[in-house]
């Protein structure tokens, strides 16, 4: 079994900041590419970033040099640090790993139970 579980959303003014956290637990043998994705009320579900096993990151243009994504390996725990925030980045956040079980296995995808960001004065 393998859980990722998030935290750090919440609610923040316009220009404000967040830091969400996404930790994968259970049983791994190794995790390819992680990403955040969000989704609004009624909007399909988008990617924001992605980051590769060697840390480099991608990211959506509507974000690009405002968050910012990193890795920390050896807690197998991304992080999305997220600046001059928007009203139109309120959604659902959602972390996506791609984990190995085994070193046999297959890789699959693995999500979240998502975390509410809501930009709001």
């Known amino acids: 079994q393998v859980q990722l579980v998030e935290s750090g959303g919440g609610l923040v003014q316009p220009g404000g900041s967040l830091r969400l956290s996404c930790a994968a637990s259970g049983s791994i043998f190794s995790i390819n590419a992680m990403a955040w994705y969000r989704q609004a009320p009624g909007q399909l579900r988008e990617l924001v970033t992605t980051?590769?096993?060697?840390?480099?990151?991608n990211y959506a243009d509507s974000v690009k040099g405002r968050f910012t994504v990193s890795r920390d390996n050896a807690k197998n725990t991304v992080y999305l640090q997220m600046n001059d925030l928007k009203p139109e980045d309120t959604a659902v956040y959602y972390c996506n790993a791609q984990i190995a079980t085994t070193w046999f296995a297959a890789v699959k995808d693995y999500w979240g139970q998502g975390t509410q960001v809501t930009v709001s004065s």
């Open positions: 980051i590769t096993s060697g840390a480099i990151p």
